[in-house]
Each structure stands twice: as structure tokens, then as C-alpha cells.
């Protein structure tokens, strides 16, 4: 599994332990990735992989449909920017004015 989220695009970092005596070698940090099946209420339920933050996130705008539509492009990664066009396209289909 990759250690990426689907949602934020947040993925490994690296940097270094940092000894007592200041010595110094290469460690990783991974990120809180966990595979989770969210409603959509267009879409019915769709399993990610999301970070704790991006759950966090998704929560606290109302859920997925909701945060998705209200974030820019810009900050989704690809898996992100395409489950939001699909969104889009289900609530013009159903048409409801969430895709507006």
C-alpha cells in the first residue's frame, strides 16, 4: 500500500534522528494513512485512503461532497480532482444544485 492520501496528497517525508551526542542519521516519517469507506451523497459509499487530517478535514465542512466541492483544485491530489468531477457530474445528472 502506497503511504499516500487519496484526498490531501500528503505522503512520506524524511529527515533525521538527531542523537544526545548530535549525531545525526536518515529516518522517515509516515503519515496516519488508513483505507476508510466514505458516503458520498451523490455517489453512494466510496472507499479511500485517507490521513487522519483529511478526516478530520472532510468532518468539519459537512462531509465528503461538501469539502470536496469547497476546496480548490489546486490543494486535492489527482485521485481527489477526479472523485470531485465525478460528484459534479452525478449532481448535474440528479440535478441538484450542489455542483454549482
Do not use: W
Not at 490531501?8 to 551526542?21: E, M, R
Not at 469547497?70 to 470531485?84: E, F, I, R, Y
Amino acid at each position: 500500500m502506497a503511504r499516500r492520501c487519496d484526498i490531501t496528497g500528503i505522503g512520506v517525508q524524511t529527515g533525521n534522528n538527531v542523537s544526545h551526542a548530535h549525531n545525526k542519521t536518515r529516518r522517515r516519517f509516515l503519515p496516519n494513512v488508513q483505507k476508510m469507506t466514505l458516503f458520498s451523497d451523490t455517489l453512494g459509499p466510496v472507499r479511500l485512503k485517507l490521513s487522519a487530517h483529511a478526516l478530520r478535514s472532510i468532518e468539519h465542512n459537512g462531509g465528503l461532497d461538501a469539502y470536496l466541492l469547497s476546496t480548490p483544485d489546486a490543494k486535492l491530489a489527482s485521485a481527489g480532482v477526479k472523485l470531485k468531477r465525478r460528484i459534479k457530474r452525478a449532481a448535474d445528472k440528479k440535478g441538484t444544485p450542489e455542483a454549482a
